[in-house]
């Protein structure tokens, strides 16, 4: 009996859920990591989610465009670092051919975790982003890109490295309740 209760509870359960059910599209990008002037680089480009609409009786919602280009460094503690600057940037598409310029950026936020919630943390960290990448310039597809990061000193010194990296696309299909996702949230 008690099996049976649980099973009964189980449906209803599952039966809620996909009350309100959307479909969400993906249009994500693989994230890459390389280890550069002694730290680990993280290259992605970020979507966002775009307005929910209906077609055809279904409920959908896409997370796409406007994408923005992330660089996360993290460097040992060893390096003493101001800042984090990319240059010279250039997205190549993979299937267009087509060659997307932007511009240079720079971050002179450097997190510390030692500071504020991790004292055992290995490296501090930096992120400099281009956004902004809307569909009338930048399409779904992989991309080729290349940059020059240069990473600041304390002292005044930069150091540069040439990378060029594949943005891979990685389309995912996602089916949430409107229902469970209102009455979740915080």
């Known amino acids: 009996m008690f099996l049976k209760l649980n099973k009964a509870v189980f449906a209803l359960l599952v039966a809620l859920v996909m009350f309100g059910c959307r479909e969400y599209n993906l249009y994500r990008y693989e994230p890459v990591t390389l280890d550069i002037l002694g730290g680990?680089?993280?290259?992605?480009?970020?979507?966002?989610?775009?307005?929910?609409?209906?077609?055809?009786?279904?409920?959908?919602?896409?997370?796409?465009?406007?994408?923005?280009?992330?660089?996360?460094?993290?460097?040992?503690?060893?390096?003493?670092?101001?800042?984090?600057?990319?240059?010279?940037?250039?997205l190549t598409g993979d299937e267009s051919g087509k060659t997307i310029s932007l511009e240079d950026t720079q971050s002179d936020r450097v997190n510390d975790p030692r500071k504020r919630t991790d004292p055992k943390a290995e490296a501090r960290t930096v992120i400099a982003a281009v956004g902004g990448l809307t569909s009338e310039k930048f399409s779904y597809e992989?991309?080729?890109?290349?940059?020059?990061?240069?990473?600041?000193?304390?002292?005044?010194?930069?150091?540069?490295?040439?990378?060029?990296?594949?943005?891979?696309?990685?389309?995912?299909?996602?089916?949430r309740s409107d229902w469970f996702d209102k009455y979740m949230s915080v």
């Open 40 to 90: 680990s680089l993280v290259v992605a480009a970020e979507g966002s989610y775009g307005q929910n609409y209906s077609y055809d009786g279904k409920e959908y919602a896409d997370f796409s465009n406007p994408y923005t280009l992330l660089f996360m460094l993290s460097m040992p503690y060893e390096h003493d670092i101001a800042g984090l600057r990319i240059t010279n940037i250039d």
């Open 142 to 175: 992989s991309y080729v890109l290349t940059a020059t990061v240069v990473v600041l000193g304390k002292d005044g010194t930069e150091k540069k490295e040439e990378i060029s990296v594949l943005l891979k696309t990685s389309f995912t299909k996602q089916k």
